[in-house]
């Protein structure tokens, strides 16, 4: 059984900093792209960051220039750095992942999310 297991969340003032982990564990075969969303009280989930095996990224308009995404092939482990917190990153930020599963013969691709970790940033 696949699961993801983030930590970091917390209660931070404005400018702060904070650091999020997301662990894959389970049967899987490899970790493709891994990613961190949030989403606010009343607001639809949104992308953060991502970031490919090869280590590629994305980020959000929002967020760039103040976080940065990172990934431990070897631990399965997505980290999302956040500097410069301001009260509108207080969300629950969930960590994704696209990973690859071995059923018989045939490797399928599979979406797996965290149960979220509660940013909190206070003015």
């Known amino acids: 059984q696949v699961q993801l297991v983030e930590s970091g969340g917390g209660l931070v003032q404005a400018g702060g900093s904070l650091r999020l982990s997301c662990a894959a564990s389970?049967?899987?075969?490899?970790?493709?792209?891994m990613g961190w969303y949030r989403q606010a009280p009343g607001k639809q989930r949104e992308v953060v960051a991502s970031?490919?095996?090869?280590?590629?990224?994305n980020y959000a308009d929002s967020v760039k220039g103040r976080f940065t995404i990172s990934r431990d092939n070897a631990k399965n482990t997505v980290y999302l750095q956040m500097n410069s917190l301001k009260p509108e990153d207080t969300a629950v930020y969930y960590c994704?992942?696209?990973?690859?599963?071995?059923?018989?013969?045939?490797?399928?691709?599979?979406?797996?999310w965290g149960q979220g970790t509660q940013v909190t940033v206070s003015s």
């Open positions: 970031i490919t095996r090869g280590g590629s990224t």
């Open positions: 389970g049967s899987f075969f490899s970790a493709n792209v």
């Open positions: 994704n992942a696209e990973l690859v599963v071995v059923e018989a013969t045939t490797r399928r691709l599979y979406d797996y």
